[in-house]
């Protein structure tokens, strides 16, 4: 189950101006404070960790998301995702997506366990 990597292009595309509308700054300006109280660090200073991809970009990417979720749920973690995802390498992208989709199937194979007979 490998990853074809030929160039690095987004996976998906923010729609909207480029500079972001001032909901879409506020709303990272609160991811960044949550950021900086769990972890000490904001978005921009994540960056270059992301940036060099490899386990240790994927695991942080994955902590951030996980303690944003823990704290406000997506409305936390949508943000981050637009604001830093497309600053890991294509590689990187590609092993984040077989996660996720490794995690929703076994939550989905998790719900559909028989109900043992009574």
Same mark, same amino acid.
């Given at each position: 189950?490998?990853?074809?990597?030929?160039?690095? %292009? $987004? +996976?998906?595309?923010?729609?909207?101006?480029?500079?972001?509308?001032?909901?879409?700054?506020? =709303? #990272?300006?609160?991811? !960044?404070? #949550?950021?900086? =109280?769990?972890?000490? @660090?904001?978005?921009? #200073? +994540? %960056?270059?960790? @992301?940036?060099?991809?490899?386990?240790?970009?994927?695991?942080?990417?994955?902590?951030?998301?996980?303690? @944003?979720?823990?704290? !406000?749920?997506?409305?936390?973690? #949508?943000? /981050?995702? /637009?604001?830093? /995802?497309?600053?890991?390498? %294509?590689?990187? =992208?590609?092993?984040?997506? &077989? =996660? +996720? @989709?490794? +995690?929703?199937?076994?939550? &989905?194979?998790? %719900? &559909?366990?028989?109900? $043992?007979?009574?």
């Amino acid at each position: 189950m490998g990853c074809a990597v030929s160039s690095v %292009e $987004p +996976i998906f595309e923010v729609a909207g101006n480029v500079t972001g509308s001032g909901a879409d700054n506020a =709303r #990272e300006n609160v991811v !960044d404070e #949550e950021l900086k =109280r769990g972890f000490g @660090l904001s978005i921009k #200073e +994540i %960056e270059p960790v @992301l940036s060099a991809g490899g386990d240790a970009a994927e695991m942080k990417f994955m902590e951030c998301c996980h303690y @944003l979720w823990k704290v !406000d749920g997506v409305e936390l973690v #949508e943000p /981050f995702i /637009f604001a830093a /995802f497309n600053k890991l390498p %294509e590689k990187s =992208r590609c092993v984040l997506f &077989q =996660r +996720i @989709l490794t +995690i929703v199937y076994l939550a &989905q194979d998790g %719900e &559909q366990l028989p109900t $043992p007979p009574e």
